[in-house]
């Protein structure tokens, strides 16, 4: 790896909060890259585990930062902050890399040098078997944005970009516990194109209690991305009018999950909010079309 007193090429980022079952696994597969120039920057969130036993066994591997437990956009941010390298690669710390994955994606930016993103394909493994993604969940190469607003069609694990895009689109939103991944892609997929590297190169593992994808009522925090994108006032009129669609229908549907949990009073806050945009699309241009 990498010295540290040397800039290296890539800053790989692995946040980690009470991972102590598969974390060693995760940072193996980033040492065993056949691409060398990176340095490795694990971020412990607080855990109560043996994390920190596990993370001082790799001795001068890695560039270990600790903080009291603020949630994984902190972790990833606090990672950024302190990397070094031209592109920044992220690696959730239940999932793995396959061995080629930095350098085919080097390869492609060396190919592409007007790309700012890219992403390679998954295997997915659900409790210990291998699983086909739904079809819903076929990535897509190029400008993802409308592709996107249903659910999310990136993976941390899988992302390679340019450190100089935080610059341009902010960093991971701290104030959402969950789907702050979706919120990022959204602000740079209707900007640029996210490009698809077809190859698997990943190992995405799913199933475990911890894993934040479980976590009830994801659409909540979906409805806040829309929003923040829809009021920023950059998106051309199509892709605004996409989003508000979506921001409707995921607010109509939590909605009614509120009712039959006897929550009146938040099922009527998103009734109001999908109300609030109904019946005229204003684009960021201030030109207003039926939302028929």
């Not at 994984?72 to 992220?90: D, H, K, P, Y």
Request: charge should be neutral.
């Amino acid at each position: 790896m990498a010295a540290r007193s040397k800039k290296p090429e890539v800053s790989v980022i692995i946040p980690t909060y009470n991972r102590a079952w598969v974390l060693k696994e995760a940072i193996d597969s980033v040492l065993a890259q056949d691409f060398k120039d990176f340095e490795l920057i694990v971020v412990d969130d607080g855990s109560t585990d043996n994390t920190e036993k596990i993370i001082d066994s790799y001795d001068q591997d890695l560039i270990v930062i600790r903080q009291t437990n603020r949630g994984v956009s902190a972790a990833r941010n606090r990672g950024i902050a302190a990397a070094a390298g031209r592109l920044i690669a992220f690696l959730d710390s239940d999932d793995l890399w396959l061995p080629r994955k930095l350098s085919s994606q080097i390869d492609f930016f060396n190919s592409n040098p007007a790309a700012v993103i890219n992403q390679t394909e998954e295997l997915w493994i659900r409790n210990g078997v291998r699983v086909n993604p739904k079809n819903r969940h076929q990535k897509f190469s190029g400008m993802i944005f409308e592709r996107s607003l249903a659910l999310c069609l990136v993976s941390p694990s899988a992302v390679m970009m340019k450190r100089s895009l935080f610059d341009e689109v902010g960093l991971f939103d701290e104030d959402m516990p969950a789907c702050e991944d979706y919120d990022l892609w959204l602000r740079i997929s209707w900007r640029y194109p996210v490009h698809l590297i077809e190859t698997p190169l990943i190992i995405k593992r799913a199933g475990h209690a911890d894993q934040l994808s479980k976590a009830p009522g994801l659409d909540k925090f979906r409805i806040q991305a829309l929003i923040k994108v829809i009021e920023s006032g950059h998106l051309e009129q199509e892709a605004y009018r996409a989003a508000v669609r979506t921001l409707q229908e995921k607010c109509t549907i939590f909605a009614g999950g509120c009712r039959k949990r006897g929550k009146d009073a938040e099922a009527k806050h998103y009734e109001e909010l999908a109300g609030r945009y109904r019946g005229q699309v204003t684009d960021n241009r201030g030109q207003k079309t039926e939302d028929r």
